[in-house]
């Protein structure tokens, strides 16, 4: 506030991957902050992180995400109306956050985003012999069932909140 944002009429918060989480966590205390009169909205890009299990079944992202929750003690700065909810792994993720967020709040995010099929899809992990692992460098070279997977993916209901 001290270097001039008291007096900004519009402000945006954004950010981008783990920045774009942020800026949705971090939305409603940045609007909070400033004057009444300051139009607030914010951006998430390429935020969305997919709470989905991956090609073997597992949920290696959430496991990560659950790491990070609870060593940066995070829970405390999510929605206490997730929070009363869920719990706050299941909190951080943009499909249950964003229906307790009140600021204006947009997400952009690729519909095949590349980091997300090959971290969190089809990590080495739960990918052991490879079998996804020519795919994860050209799409062009998907088998049909690995196809029928992705469109499993993205006809997901955790998209009807978008």
Known sequence: MSKGMCYASHALLSGCSTGGVASII???EFQGLMPRRTTIKCL???GLFLDVADVAGGYSLRSFFNGVVNLQGVARSLPAACINRMDA???????????????PTFVLN????IWQLQESLAP???DPQGYWQQYKMNYVNCNAGQVRFLQGITQGSYLDFI
């Open 124 to 126: 080495r992990r739960a």
């Open 110 to 113: 690729a519909a095949y985003d």
């Open 26 to 28: 971090h939305c409603d």
């Open 89 to 103: 792994t299941s909190c951080f993720f943009p499909q249950n956050l964003l229906p307790h967020i009140y600021t």
């Open 44 to 46: 998430a890009d390429a």
